[in-house]
């Protein structure tokens, strides 16, 4: 099974495979949600709690689900089923695919309406019209463009459509490309704002609130969060990280590529906190604010800081690039789908994918204005398609992941393809059978049934 590559290509090494991969895992979760999630949950305690998902659950998923993609060289839903069939279990493995392709898709339409409010800002910051701007008059401009759907709806199309173009042109020649160009700019804009943190006089209660430990302000629900969150951050559970692995050539270590995608996309998530909470403190302004965080706090902050507008514009283009790349892993594992099950060209897979999730957007964008009235279980639809991607089928799809990985699939298997050491696979199986399932379900069952 191993000697094959997939029909969409691959990868020209293994830097760009990481690349690519932590192209994917970097994105507004980092610099976005990380940020408020870990302000509205206290601060250090949930850092914590976030490392610990990431090491000790997250880590182990994604080199399972990379170990899947690479045996089978397919799309999820047949590397799950044909990597079933070869250790003598049933096809019907696959099915945790098509709930992943289903994640994506979902996750895709409200993740490209937020892109669109990023556009919104570069444009806002180039502009100047944020220069000087008051708390208030920066949480009115951010309701009034929420309140405006014919403007989001023009982000949100330009988003969707840069996207397209990108997974459209291939594993070369697009996604490859993207991160030749994109990654580097990612990196070097994030440490001159990381610079640029360091200058203002709240480092220092910058690094405090998001490294000093405080257990009293740790809930099952923030525990949840950051499991939820480290499965996001990660790109895990839906079979992104398993399609771009069907990409990586036969000779690469696992285990070490892993680490090294795990380790770069939690780096980007404390370095943005640590570039954005001394910016916040600097401005004696709350860093609990929520999702406005990014869009209200930010701007106002940046607005009255020297250079301000021109550090605005940069950091802006950096939360850009970091949902472009991401972006475009959501769309992939079903494009390789559709590509490889129903022999479409990739051009039109794309463009016909795009279609659909550009159209769920739209009931997205419109959860703040002419759909405000429709709510699930109390949230509009926005909120209620990032919290059930996030919290409960990313998740789900990584129990489901690990339980097939630990129990299904036959260890000669696994250890042929993983080729760490015994110790690492004792701990890597151990994981998959035990504590990733286990410290999920745990979890979820907390979700549900509150403790008094
Ligand atoms: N990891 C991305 C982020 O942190 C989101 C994502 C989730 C991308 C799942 C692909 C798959 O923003």
């Not at 405080?214 to 895990?236: E, M, P, V």
């Not at 909470?277 to 999702?291: C, K, T, V």
């Not at 794309?350 to 002419?370: K, R």
């Amino acid at each position: 099974m191993t000697n094959k590559t997939s029909i969409q290509g691959s990868w020209a090494s293994r830097w760009i495979f990481i690349l690519a991969a932590t192209g994917s895992a970097v994105g507004l979760g980092n610099i976005w949600k990380f940020p408020y999630i870990t302000g509205e949950n206290g601060g250090g305690a949930f850092v914590l709690v976030y490392l610990a998902c990431i090491l000790l659950v997250g880590i182990p998923i994604m080199m399972a689900e990379v170990f899947i993609g690479r045996r089978a060289r397919k799309n999820p839903i047949n590397a799950l089923s044909d990597v079933a069939e070869e250790s003598d279990s049933s096809k019907k493995w696959g099915l945790i695919g098509v709930m992943g392709m289903l994640s994506g898709v979902l996750i895709f339409s409200f993740y490209s309406v937020v892109g669109g409010w990023v556009l919104h800002y570069i444009k806002a910051m180039l502009t100047g019209e944020m220069n000087g701007i008051s708390s208030d008059n920066a949480g009115a401009a951010f309701g009034a463009l929420l309140a405006d759907p014919a403007t989001l709806l023009g982000w949100h199309t330009l988003f969707s459509i840069m996207t397209v173009m990108v997974v459209a042109a291939g594993i070369n020649k697009g996604i490859e490309t993207a991160t030749r160009i994109m990654m580097p700019a990612l990196f070097a804009l994030l440490i001159i704002l990381l610079g640029y943190a360091m200058t203002t006089d709240s480092f220092a209660q910058g690094w405090n609130f998001m490294f000093e430990f405080d257990f009293g302000k740790l809930t099952w629900n923030a525990t949840l969060i950051a499991l939820g969150h480290s499965f996001f951050t990660l790109s895990l559970g839906m079979g992104t990280i398993m399609a771009y692995g069907s990409y990586m050539t036969k000779d690469a270590s696992i285990g070490k590529t892993v680490l090294a995608i795990g380790a770069l996309d939690t780096l980007v998530a404390l370095v943005a906190g640590l570039a954005i909470f001394p910016i916040i403190f600097s401005n004696g302004m709350d860093p609990a604010a929520g999702p406005g965080l990014m869009f209200i706090s930010l701007p106002v902050a940046f607005g009255q800081m020297p250079f301000g507008q021109l550090f605005g514009v940069l950091f802006f283009v950096l939360v850009g690039v970091a949902a472009w790349t991401s972006a475009i892993s959501l769309l992939e594992p079903t494009v390789a789908f559709l590509v490889e099950r129903f022999k479409l060209k990739r051009v039109t897979a794309s463009i016909g994918l795009g279609i659909v999730v550009w159209g769920l957007g739209i009931a997205c964008l419109g959860s703040f204005s002419f759909m405000s009235d429709v709510t699930l279980f109390g949230k509009n639809t926005f909120d209620f398609l990032d919290y059930i991607t996030a919290n409960i089928m990313l998740p789900l799809g990584g129990i489901l992941i690990a339980l097939f990985a630990g129990w299904i699939v036959k260890d000669k298997f696994a250890k042929d393809e993983l080729a760490v050491s015994d110790t690492v696979y004792k701990l890597w199986n151990f994981s998959m059978k035990f504590t990733a399932p286990i410290a999920v379900a745990v979890v979820l069952y907390f979700l549900i049934n509150p403790m008094k």
